[in-house]
């Protein structure tokens, strides 16, 4: 699926390029098909360093900011680390 939508933004940017970044680019079997698609598409696929392949602390630094700014507080004792907590399960609360 993540190739089949990459492949379709590929088409309508007309990109030469395609950039991979994240802890989505530690997926070599996933490396594989955007290289494959790329190919096909005259495209290059430029995965970065697995050493940089991890979750962008950035992004969810932005989401907190945005959570606070709504009011949207959770009190530390009721904090905790999941590794592999889905994105698809956050509540979105500052967006319409």
Not at 27 to 45: D, P, S, T, V
């Amino acid at each position: 699926m993540l190739a089949e939508v990459t492949e379709r933004a590929l088409a309508l940017t007309r990109a030469r390029h395609l950039l991979l970044v994240g802890g989505v680019a530690c997926n070599h079997r996933l490396q594989e098909m955007l290289q494959c698609m790329c190919r096909a598409r005259g495209a290059e696929l430029c995965p970065v360093d697995d050493r940089y392949c991890i979750d962008n602390g950035a992004m969810i630094a932005q989401a907190g900011c945005e959570m606070l700014r709504v009011g949207q507080v959770t009190e530390l004792s009721q904090s905790g680390i999941t590794q592999r907590y889905r994105t698809d399960e956050v509540e979105v609360t500052w967006r319409d």
